[in-house]
């Protein structure tokens, strides 16, 4: 075996190739941020947010199992052919979306993209871990989020636009068309599997293994448990966020294409961001990023009972996007912290599980409430829900020297 070498710079051919495909998997999200919901009430007629919802808790449990399972899966199949496995999935999906006769059709579209993004981005942002070697894990894990939630927000804001000008269906949907086509291509023939670089740290580490690692991940182990609600309660916001935004700025009465802009701020900022807090992570109390982040994230929510004008929602979602971004790629990176190289695909898997399940979770009972109590109360719920978890964070959580 060749002399294994770790680092952004020994490896950036492969680490760039891993940022541009996790871009094109990014742009299947914002492919759906900004036009789904509109789509559900425009040619559908579905008017109750529980059922408007649905597409985001088809996509939301079953990315959460993919995620379970590729990182279970990673060291036995090989992190290319998850990859290559999961842009298959992909292929159907903006056909599906364009041709789409029943709301029915749009949650099975949902299932197939839960799958690609269960599948891709667990392997692309564990492939990066795996090149860089421990001490820039928080750099390789920002650089994949800011490609993948930068594609985020710059297609949601494309497809509002385009949506506006051409209406909400075929046009939006042919961009997921070559994102799909270009990412199997550049996975199949360009990719290399990490798994000698696994091997090779793991000779090096001297992080104990863990005993049960579903269980200790998701309940036993204090700081992995801490994490991995955490984790759980973002993806959870982010689902209201993904669902109830664009309704809510209907009811505000702004265009298509400011709703486009503005539903596109927060993953934008949030993808930005993430250049720099993912950098932050590997320098600076991982436990007080994730804590802070999380409680700029709870002011930002209950702040959108009061906002009216645009520039109030851009606010809210600048806002939003900077407490997302600092908890984000610190997650994936103190993940690691407690977890031997051999494990930490499958621990990583299972806080990912858990984290995506948040999204399902988050639909759900966003639905509830907006249906039964209203918009207002629905965002606030989410908003307490969103601090209490900060300091659970607070309790729990031990920083590692």
């Known amino acids: ?237 982010d689902g209201m966020t993904w669902g109830l935004l664009p309704l809510l700025l209907l009811t505000k009465h702004f265009t298509q294409t400011q709703i486009g802009i503005l539903v596109a701020v927060y993953p934008s900022v949030w993808g930005l961001s993430q250049l720099f807090t993912g950098k932050l992570s590997d320098l600076y109390s991982k436990k007080l990023l994730m804590f802070w982040g999380m409680i700029l994230q709870a002011v930002a929510i209950i702040a959108l009972v009061w906002a009216s004008g645009f520039w109030h929602f851009a606010a809210i979602g600048v806002l939003l996007g900077l407490g997302t971004a600092l908890v984000y790629p610190t997650f994936i990176n103190a993940i690691s912290d407690y977890t031997h190289p051999t494990q930490r695909a499958e621990s990583l898997g299972i806080f990912r599980l858990w984290r995506d399940l948040g999204y399902a979770i988050g639909a759900i009972i966003t639905g509830l409430l907006a249906d039964n109590f209203g918009l207002n109360i629905s965002i606030v719920a989410i908003g307490i829900l969103t601090a209490i978890s900060a300091f659970i964070i607070l309790a729990r959580v031990k920083d590692v020297n």
């Not at 789904?36 to 040619?43: D, V």
């Not at 992909?90 to 749009?106: D, E, Q």
């Not at 390789?140 to 209406?167: D, K, M």
């Open 1 to 237: 075996m060749k002399n294994i070498q770790f680092g952004l710079k020994e490896n950036w051919k492969q680490f760039s190739l891993l940022v541009i495909i996790n871009a094109f998997v990014g742009g299947m999200i914002g492919l759906e941020r900004t036009v789904l919901p509109q789509l559900a009430e425009q040619e559908f007629g579905i008017s109750s947010k529980t059922a408007i919802f649905s597409f985001i808790v088809a996509f939301g449990i079953t990315k959460a199992i993919c995620n379970y399972f590729s990182g279970k899966l990673a060291n036995a199949i090989g992190r290319k052919n998850l990859l290559v496995i999961g842009w298959l999935f992909a292929l159907p999906v903006p056909l599906i979306l364009i041709y789409a006769t029943n709301w029915n059709w749009i949650i099975f579209a949902n299932i197939l993209l839960g799958i690609n993004q269960g599948l891709t981005w667990s392997m692309a942002v564990i492939m990066k871990i795996d090149l860089v070697g421990s001490k820039k894990r928080g750099l390789a894990v920002g650089i994949n989020e800011f490609a993948g939630y930068a594609s985020v927000g710059v297609v949601a804001f494309l497809t509002g636009y385009i949506a506006n000008t051409y209406g909400v269906r075929p046009y939006p949907f042919y961009l997921g068309i070559a994102f799909s086509v270009m990412g199997l291509l550049l996975s199949l023939v360009f990719v290399k599997d990490t798994k000698h670089h696994v091997n090779s740290e793991s000779q090096e580490s001297t992080i104990p293994l863990l005993k049960n690692t579903f269980i200790d991940t998701t309940i036993k182990h204090k700081s992995l448990s801490g994490i991995t609600q955490a984790g759980l309660v973002n993806n959870l916001n």
